[in-house]
Nanobody, 127 residues
Framework: LQLVESGGGLVEPGGSLRLSCTAS???????????LGWFRQAPGKEREWVSCISASGGLTKYDSSVENRFTVSRDNSKNTMYLQMNSLRPEDTAHYYC??????????????????WGQGTQVTVSS
């Protein structure tokens, strides 16, 4: 499974961005069968979990640092997951990665639970 993130860029504090994660390379299934997650890594820091969404989209979770500012969603017909990021702060600056797990119901923060990863997209929040 290949995952490609897009939508990153430079934004001023308080601004918004929407990241996309598009999947391809399915063998015998589709994105409907995968749980998905967003992670990020800031310079000099370890990668950290941001959010996740189950295969059906019925379960979503957020790290406390982004709750009420970020919204995860998915459109399985487009094989795409989104992360709407509002009220961005300088501390949100990081390389953002999406990840997929074949455990459909999984929605959590364990990196080892995810099977496939994208290359990431850079988000920089600065004035």
């Amino acid at each position: 499974l290949q995952l490609v993130e897009s939508g990153g860029g430079l934004v001023e504090p308080g601004g918004s961005l929407r990241l996309s994660c598009t999947a391809s390379g399915f063998m015998h299934d589709s994105l409907d069968y995968y749980g998905l997650g967003w992670f990020r890594q800031a310079p000099g820091k370890e990668r950290e979990w941001v959010s996740c969404i189950s295969a059906s989209g019925g379960l979503t979770k957020y790290d406390s640092s982004v709750e009420n500012r970020f919204t995860v969603s998915r459109d399985n017909s487009k094989n795409t997951m989104y992360l709407q990021m509002n009220s961005l702060r300088p501390e949100d600056t990081a390389h953002y990665y999406c990840a997929a797990t074949r455990t459909m119901a999984y929605c959590g923060k364990k990196e080892s639970a995810f099977d496939d990863w994208g290359q990431g997209t850079q988000v920089t929040v600065s004035s």
